[in-house]
């Protein structure tokens, strides 16, 4: 089944910096790459997402970008502010079922 | 339209008791999912739910968990004899269809589940 490993698990950037979070998945037949936030004791929230005839997509300070021959797919975030702050999960559909599956997720503090 | 509704928020359960969580998906959903978050971790998919039928459970522990969504009324988690273990937040979430692939996922709010 879809493996999907995430990195880092922790990021702390300043206000104003470049974030940049970096998935990979074992199953070459995924072709649904989401990402979702999820603040502190809140629901998980879609913020972006591609599908395997794209390359990149990209929503205000918000850009994903995907690698389908290696496997890898990057959420970039620009000029970050402290809201940003939040755990960022990465996922994966698993073999076109609709189930998804999620990265370990990282932690993103955005220092003032 | 109101989002995917989950009940309760927060159950406290003593070991060996029963636990009941509830997931009315969004209005239109035929689809929903069940996953795990422990503390400070990812969601660990458990159950993939339609209307009556169960179309992969390949998450769920093999033992005391159980799952279902009826024709009518919202979809049920159920985990009988909880252990310590069992503690985590539990999220449903729905999606209108899975034809043409994997889309966009709602999440409720979650059931906290504290075993004592």
């Known amino acids: 089944g879809e493996n999907v490993e995430q990195h880092p698990s922790t990021l702390s950037v300043q206000e104003g910096d470049s974030a940049v979070i970096k998935c990979t998945y074992s199953?070459?037949?995924?072709?649904?790459f989401p990402w979702y936030k999820q603040e502190l004791g809140k629901r998980p929230q879609l913020i972006i997402d591609?599908?395997?005839?794209?390359g990149e997509k990209k929503d205000q300070r918000i850009a994903v970008t995907l690698n389908k021959t290696a496997k890898h797919f990057s959420l970039h975030i620009t000029e970050t502010q402290p809201e940003d702050s939040a755990v960022y999960f990465c996922?994966?559909?698993?073999?076109?079922?609709?189930?998804?599956?999620f990265g370990q997720g990282t932690t993103l503090q955005v220092k003032p | 339209n109101a989002g995917v509704m989950q009940n309760p928020r927060h159950l406290v359960r003593r070991r060996g008791q029963e636990a009941r969580l509830r997931c009315s998906p969004m209005k239109g959903h035929s689809h929903v999912y069940w996953y795990r978050q422990l503390p400070e971790e990812g969601l660990k998919f458990m159950v993939y739910l339609q209307k009556e039928n169960i179309i992969d459970e390949s998450g769920m522990p093999k033992e005391r968990f159980s799952a279902e969504f009826p024709k009518e009324g919202p979809s049920i988690l159920r985990i009988q004899q909880v252990v310590r273990g069992d503690s985590a937040a539990y999220f449903c979430?729905?999606?209108?269809?899975?034809?043409?692939?994997?889309?966009?996922?709602?999440f409720g709010e979650g059931s906290r589940l504290t075993v004592l």
């Open positions: 996922a994966a559909d698993s073999s076109n079922t609709g189930k998804l599956i």
């Open positions: 199953d070459s037949a995924s072709n649904y």
């Open positions: 979430a729905s999606s209108p269809s899975t034809q043409g692939g994997a889309g966009e996922l709602f």
């Open positions: 591609i599908r395997s005839n794209v």
